[in-house]
């Protein structure tokens, strides 16, 4: 006797549909699992048989061989218990099978036949959807989940007793709801709700490069004493940012589902994340993978938000170097042995740094005593192909202290700002309508030349800075997206001299121009 159900192997965020068989013989009582599955998925046939025989059902006294279809492709996790358990009661004809030809089924088993909440629900059921499948049963609590796949038709169930009474046409047992995922808090798109821009007494024109960095999506580098302002200012960059677009929000949701972070009561980000790191974090939690199975790391679930890394020297060598790729391609490619897993790494880079070890330079308090050597040193932790990636330096002094008197309550607050910033982006969105391009930072170099070329004024300026090799190709490119950004906030049609003269600024932690302070300041 054989039957047959249907589950999901993800790879990264991709998802495959996998045919679970199950073939009941005669033979000395086993279980069998083949088709390269891992130890999670081999325990499988434990938790599935004590669900099984606890939920009022017998479990074959015969040789059981469970076969995960195409063999070639790795499976782990324990999302398969439940197509598993549906499968051997239909090899023992204990359920009609019919119902679920067009079915995909996920959730993993109690050993009492409840059924638990798992991770990557989301991107399991755009596969399946993907794939041509009618349905999908997950579990209770990730319902919500699964339903953002439109055109899906998605089956709640509490436990394996459930789903049988709705196959069989039995009354549905009175089983208590299963608990779901707690998401992580460090992964909260809301850590910095309510923090106000106008809250950052003076700092005008760093708060400006925050401004710019918002509308553009552009990685900004901050160095400065400590207590200046500086984690301040990243806190609020994600404040001025606009709400994600719907496909952008389904991308978001996928990966921190995959990552199991996701809540059940919002299982749809509608606000751009914030992650912050620690500096002793490892590479693995920054980049992605993992022992028993490759997991996201905070560069990807800080996909279309911001990744914010303070005293960015004090992270481990291998961490900032791992940031090259993403920076450029925005996915991050996790290679390990037994699996390569590729998830999406769009965010703003955002680090902060102090001038020197004992942070005390430029310090209108503390005497710094380090030397210069050692200045060196540190900032050479930041690595020249990191800095060269990133659009917007910005280097912040002290106040003195009737320079803060005068600043306080005379700054924008970052929803008067934050309406500047959307009109920025309006203005993107209609250039780049008909590209794969959202913002200005993601736009190529050779396509901006070609397709939307600055003024001739701008372009001369740029070429003066090119011929006295104050500029290589690569910081060319930013300054001209930089530009971009400063006649999107100002209202210019192109870029010119004076847009360009503001982006040099930006890229070189110059003071800024006087025609963009209104940005941030009260009129």
């Known amino acids: 006797m054989a039957s047959a159900t249907r589950s999901v192997a993800l790879d990264g965020l991709s998802g495959r549909l996998i045919e679970v068989e199950v073939d009941v013989s005669s033979g000395l009582p086993t279980t069998v699992v ?77 050993l009492d036949g409840r059924l638990r909440a798992v991770r990557g629900v989301l991107p399991a059921a755009l596969a399946a959807a993907e794939a041509g499948a009618d349905h999908v049963v997950v579990p209770e609590s990730n319902v919500a989940e699964a339903s953002l796949v439109p055109g899906l038709r998605v089956v709640g169930v509490r436990s394996l007793r459930h789903l049988v009474a709705l196959l069989t046409g039995e009354d549905e047992p009175d089983d208590p709801p299963v608990p779901p995922l707690e998401p992580s808090r460090e992964t909260r798109w809301d850590a910095c709700a309510g923090l106000d821009l106008a809250d950052v007494a003076g700092q005008d024109e760093s708060r400006l490069s925050v401004v710019v960095a ?18 301040m200012l990243a806190q609020r960059l994600p404040g001025l940012l606009p709400d994600l677009e719907r496909d952008q929000s389904l991308s978001v949701s996928a990966v921190h589902s995959v990552a199991g972070v996701l809540s059940a009561d ?98 209108t308090v503390d005497r710094c005593e380090c030397t210069p050597l050692m200045r060196r040193r540190y900032s050479d932790r930041i690595s020249g192909p990191i800095r060269d990636r990133i659009d917007i ?5 002290a106040q003195s202290r009737p320079e803060l008197a005068g600043a306080l309550g005379d700054a924008r607050s970052t929803r008067e700002v934050a309406e500047r910033v959307a009109e920025a982006r309006v203005r993107q969105r209609r250039r780049y309508a008909d590209t794969p391009w959202r913002t200005n930072a993601d736009v190529p170099g050779a396509e901006l030349r070609r397709r939307w ?35 999107d906030l100002v209202g210019h049609d192109r870029p010119g001299a004076s847009d360009v003269e503001a982006a040099l600024a930006l890229r070189g932690s110059l003071p ?12």
């Open 214 to 231: 918002a509308a553009g999506g552009h990685h900004l580098l901050m160095t400065g004493p400590p207590g200046i302002g500086k984690t």
């Open 266 to 363: 919002e299982p749809l980000l509608v606000r751009p994340p914030f992650l912050d790191p620690h500096h002793t974090a490892s590479a693995v939690s920054i980049v992605g993978g993992g022992t028993r199975g490759v997991r996201p790391g905070a560069m990807s679930l800080a996909h279309h938000g911001v990744l914010f890394m303070d005293e960015a020297p004090e992270f481990a060598s291998n961490v900032l170097d791992a940031l090259r790729q993403p920076l450029e391609s925005g996915r991050v490619v996790v290679s390990r042995a037994a699996q390569t897993a590729v998830y999406p790494a769009r965010f703003q880079l955002v680090l902060a740094a102090n001038p020197c070890p004992c942070g005390r330079a430029g310090s």
């Open 453 to 487: 070329p600055l003024a001739d004024d701008g372009h001369a300026l740029v070429d003066a800075q090119l011929r006295a090799q104050r500029l290589n190709a690569r910081s060319a490119d930013r300054v001209l997206r930089l530009a971009w950004s400063v006649a």
């Open 34 to 110: 083949v088709g390269l599955a891992d130890t999670m998925v081999s325990e499988a046939r434990d938790r599935v048989r004590a669900a099984v025989v606890n939920s009022g059902t017998s479990w074959p006294d015969q040789r059981v061989t469970i076969n995960l279809a195409p063999s070639t492709l790795p499976k782990t996790g324990s999302h398969y218990d439940l197509a598993i358990a549906v499968a051997v009661l239909g090899a023992k004809d204990v359920l009609p099978l019919d119902a679920l030809r067009d079915a995909v089924l996920l959730g993993e088993l109690a």
């Open 393 to 397: 330096h910005r280097t912040l002094v």
């Open 512 to 523: 800024l121009p006087g025609h963009l302070r209104t940005l941030v300041a009260s009129a």
